[in-house]
């Protein structure tokens, strides 16, 4: 590992003010201090925001439901504000890592993790979205890769919430030398292209402070399903979250999004028209998974996960409609 310097923000201010000049954020360290050991990534000096007001704590907040920044995965996983119809962030919170990450990860340090492409984390590959020319990925090993090709890399965002977050129309809480600003998950998100070699739109000199979830009425159900190599300890293959409300046998409102198909996590509108103002039949939710392949474009070895994403897609609704 390169020599750096640490330093603990005990304001915003001080946290954002260097982040332009190489400054890197610490809060749970689990994903950048193993990128910085192996050298994928550099800092001059990092910034621990655990003692700066960047919020911990998970609270109502005028018609939303905001979750800080610093919250860990496990508070994440058995709070009480999140029974109902978010309770899909506590099954993929339970579905993350291991306990003893769970308890150091934080919710920013997830959405902001990066790929855990193999060419990636390799300090020895300069791959395209290191500013390299090209993605070897898509001649050589791309197994858990994207089935979407919306950015010149395939690699997947790995996080369980963000998918969770994209369902329940979440925004992203922002603060930075211009002050705090608020924008929607979905927009947060974009594939990564030439001139921003990244997921987010982030500024170089922001934080995540939080994410406000906008309350839904106890009438909404939701669930996250996700399909790993193994049991437990594992990334997803594909994730699959469902929000939904019904009257009577109508469901009025459908969102899904899924997490691990594409380069950011992302809504499937076409499953989402397949079912809204239906009643779920049987043939209404083969038609939502015939709907997911819509524009996806998997690499020889990665088609596998189409029929994964419709086998949970399949499984969710059954289980939400039933
Ligand atoms: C063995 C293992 C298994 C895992 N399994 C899963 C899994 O199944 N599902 C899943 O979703 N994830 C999984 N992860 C990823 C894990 O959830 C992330 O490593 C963790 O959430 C990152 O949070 P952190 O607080 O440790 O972030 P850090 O490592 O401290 O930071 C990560 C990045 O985010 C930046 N950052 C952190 N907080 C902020 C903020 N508030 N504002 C701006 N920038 C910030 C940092 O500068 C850094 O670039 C796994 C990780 C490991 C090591
Ligand atoms: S998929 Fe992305 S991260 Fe992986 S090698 Fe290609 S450009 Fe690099």
Known sequence: MRPLSYTASATLDEAVAGLAAGDRLLAGGTDLLPLLKADVLRASRLVDIKRAPVPDDIRRVAGHIRIGALATIAAIADHPLLEGPCSLLRQAARETATAQIRNRATLGGNL????RCWYYRNSRSHCWLKGGADCPAIEGHHEHHAIFDDSPCRAIHPSDLAGCLLALNAEVVLFGLAGERSIPLREFYQPPEDERRKETVLAP????????????????????????????????????????????????????????????????????????????????????????GHGAHPLPDNGYKLDLARGLLERGLRTLLS
């Open 112 to 115: 902001l993790q990066r790929p």
């Open 205 to 292: 000199d922001e934080i995540i402070t939080g994410i406000d979830i906008p309350e839904l009425p106890d009438n909404w159900r939701s669930i996250y399903l996700k399909a790993m190599e193994r049991k437990t300890w594992a990334f997803a293959l594909v994730g699959i979250a469902i929000v939904l409300q019904r009257s009577g046998d109508t469901i009025d409102e459908v969102r899904i999004a899924a997490t691990g198909l594409a380069q950011i996590p992302r809504r499937l509108v076409y499953c989402e028209q397949a079912l809204a103002g239906t009643a779920g039949t049987g043939d209404q939710i083969g038609a939502a998974r015939d709907a997911l």
